[in-house]
C-alpha cells in the first residue's frame, strides 16, 4: 500500500503523512492545481515542497499535479488552452525535480489526450486514471505511464468507503 495524499486540506495532510509514517507505508503526493500561469505553478510546487519540509515527509513516490477541472467546471484555470496548461505542467514538475523529487502529471484519459500536450511532458512520470474495474481490463491509453488508476470504487480494509486503486509499474 503507498499513500498518495491530496494536499487540499492541512489538517488531513498532517494526519495521513504522520500516519504513514508511523506505519511504514511509502508517500507520494498529489496537488490539485488551480494555477492559471507558470509562476502560480512555481509557487504551488513550493508550497508542497515546504509542506514535505514542515512535516518531516520521506516521500518515495512522486509528486503529482493535477489540472483537472474543479468545482464542476467553474474552477479559475478550467478554461486554459493547452499550451498554458501544459506549461504549467512543466513549471511544477521542474519545481519538484530540482528539489530531489520525482515529479508526475495526474489525469484521466481522456484528459491527457484533450488538455494537455503529451509531446512536451515526456520525460516525467504520468499517472493515468482510466477505470476499467479491474486490472485484468487493462487501460487502453496510448502513451507511456509509470501508475495507472483502475477504479475509485476499491475497498480496503480499515478505510471507510470507497478509495481509488492504482497499479505502479515502476520501483521508487
Not at 503523512?17 to 511504514?24: D, F, H, I, T
Not at 507520494?28 to 492545481?33: A, D, K, V
Not at 505542467?89 to 523529487?101: L, S, V, W
Not at 476499467?132 to 478505510?159: A, C, E, H, L, P
Request: hydrophobic residues 40%; aromatic residues 14%; positive net charge.
Amino acid at each position: 500500500m503507498v499513500l498518495l495524499v491530496r494536499l487540499t486540506q492541512i489538517l488531513g495532510f498532517a494526519r495521513n503523512v504522520m500516519g504513514a509514517k508511523a506505519n511504514g507505508i511509502p508517500i507520494g503526493l498529489y496537488f490539485f492545481t488551480q494555477a492559471v500561469n507558470t509562476t502560480e505553478a512555481v509557487q504551488e510546487a513550493n508550497y508542497v515542497l515546504n509542506l514535505v519540509k514542515r512535516y518531516g515527509v520521506k516521500v518515495t513516490y512522486p509528486i503529482a499535479i493535477d489540472t483537472e477541472t474543479a468545482n464542476g467546471g467553474a474552477g479559475r484555470a478550467d478554461r486554459l488552452d493547452v499550451a498554458t496548461r501544459t506549461a504549467v505542467c512543466k513549471a511544477f514538475c521542474d519545481t519538484i525535480r530540482k528539489a530531489g523529487y520525482t515529479p508526475a502529471i495526474y489525469a484521466s484519459r481522456d484528459w491527457f489526450y484533450n488538455n494537455l500536450d503529451m509531446n512536451q511532458l515526456r520525460g516525467y512520470d504520468i499517472w493515468v486514471a482510466h477505470y476499467t474495474g479491474s486490472t485484468t481490463k487493462k487501460t487502453d491509453y496510448k502513451y507511456n505511464y509509470d501508475m495507472w488508476q483502475y477504479t475509485s470504487s476499491g475497498r480496503v480494509n480499515g478505510i471507510v468507503g470507497n478509495v481509488d486503486l492504482n497499479v505502479c509499474y515502476k520501483n521508487y
